[in-house]
Each structure stands twice: as C-alpha cells, then as structure tokens.
T-cell receptor, first 116, second 114 residues
Framework: NAGVMQNPRHLVRRRGQEARLRCSPV?????VYWYRQLPEEGLKFMVY????????ESGMPKERFSAEFPKEGPSILRIQQVVRGDSAAYFC??????????????FGPGTRLTVT | QKEVEQNSGPLSVPEGAIASLNCTYS??????FFWYRQYSGKSPELIMS????GDKEDGRFTAQLNKASQYVSLLIRDSQPSDSATYLC??????????????FGQGTILTVHP
C-alpha cells in the first residue's frame, strides 16, 4: 500500500512567487489535512478537506493561502506571493472515510519550502 | 494555558529502561488522543491512538488516558536507541468544528543512550 505522497519534497521560491504543494492521500482515504511546521515550532493545523469540500479552514492564514481537493487528482495547497515567513515544512495527512481507524491521520513525507 | 502541553524534556533514559512521556490537554470534551513519533527531518509517524479511559498496549508501547484529569501518557518499555526521537501528543475535539483538527503539543525529545 502506498502511503501519502507529497511533491515536491523540496521547493525553493523567491519572495513574491507562487508555491503549489501537492498531496495524494492513501488509496481509499477521503479526508485530507494540511499542517505546517515552522522551524523550532510545533505542528499547526491549517485545513481539512474532503473531495470538493473544505470542511475546516480555521488554521489557514486569511490571505495568500488556499487549498483544494478536487474530484479527480491530488489536493493542492497554494501560497501566493510567498514571503520569508512562509518557509516551513508543510505536511499533508489523510484518514479513511469510515471504520475503526477513521480518526487516525497518516502523514506524508512533507514539502520543505524555502523562500529566498 | 496551552491547549496541549507536554513535559518539556529533553528526556534521557538508558537503553532497556522505561521512558515515560506525559501530556495534558485543556479542552474537556476532547475524545481522541494520539501519539506520534518524529525523527529529525522526517514526518510524524502514528504510533498509538486511544479513545477510552485506561490503558492500551501495543508491543513495547502503552498509552494511558484519564479524561477526568485531562491527562494522557505514553510508556515505552525496554527503550532502544532507535526510539530516540521527538514524541508528539495530539488531541482531536469531539465534533463540530473540532472534528478532524489535530492539536499538537510542542513535543518531547527522547534520547535513549546505550
């Protein structure tokens, strides 16, 4: 079974550019979550999505950040006009739709974003 | 008060000893609790989930939950150097806007020395 896949694993962007981070959940998982880990800080929730729906975006910065999980294809976290403070590790996690493990979230390898 | 607090560490134990990691949470209605292990530069790996009061054992790991005290712990028996990592406590709310969102503690760094 393939786990959660994220790409790219490393992304370097200049200030003002756009960053697109992609996440493919575990096969059969319908719930996707994005978390951010800033240097020397803990993991922070950003957004929770199901196919074609944003369930909870309470952790998303109000500007420049958006996320989607289309009917077909991976989930995308998009950061417009990146700033140095966006440099962090971005993790995607997924969980199944039902069953005894419905609350368990499995993390992908992460995308390390560096803004220069 | 932080939503999820872990003992600050770092925690150092000799090989073969029991490592005890503690976590308290502030949201009384929280229902689901998880322990993740994160090696330096890697992603969090789920090692235990617990939903009911009491103990849950899986191999060398035992999770303990006390909802009345809002306390969850992880015991690692027969600690190995390969257990050296940061251990993250995570809590999920009961429903509504809290469902799905994991709130993490700041992590406890564990070092197991030979």
């Amino acid at each position: 079974n393939a786990g959660v896949m994220q790409n790219p694993r490393h992304l370097v962007r200049r200030r003002g550019q756009e960053a697109r981070l992609r996440c493919s959940p575990v096969k059969g998982h319908s719930h996707v979550y994005w978390y951010r880990q800033l240097p020397e800080e803990g993991l922070k929730f950003m957004v929770y999505l199901q196919k074609e729906n944003i369930i909870d975006e309470s952790g998303m910065p109000k500007e420049r950040f958006s996320a989607e999980f289309p009917k077909e294809g991976p989930s995308i976290l998009r950061i417009q006009q990146v700033v140095r403070g966006d440099s962090a590790a971005y993790f995607c996690a997924s969980s199944p739709l039902s069953g005894s493990r419905v609350y368990e979230q499995y993390f992908g390898p992460g995308t390390r974003l560096t803004v220069t | 008060q932080k939503e999820v607090e872990q003992n600050s560490g770092p925690l150092s134990v000799p090989e073969g000893a029991i490592a005890s990691l503690n976590c308290t949470y502030s949201d009384r209605v929280s229902q689901s609790f998880f322990w993740y292990r994160q090696y330096s530069g890697k992603s969090p790996e789920l090692i235990m989930s617990i939903y009911s009061n009491g103990d849950k054992e899986d191999g060398r790991f035992t999770a303990q939950l006390n909802k009345a005290s809002q306390y969850v712990s992880l015991l690692i028996r027969d600690s190995q150097p390969s257990d050296s990592a940061t251990y993250l406590c995570a809590v999920m709310g009961a429903g509504g806007t809290s469902y799905g969102k994991l709130t993490f503690g700041q992590g406890t760094i564990l070092t197991v020395h030979p």
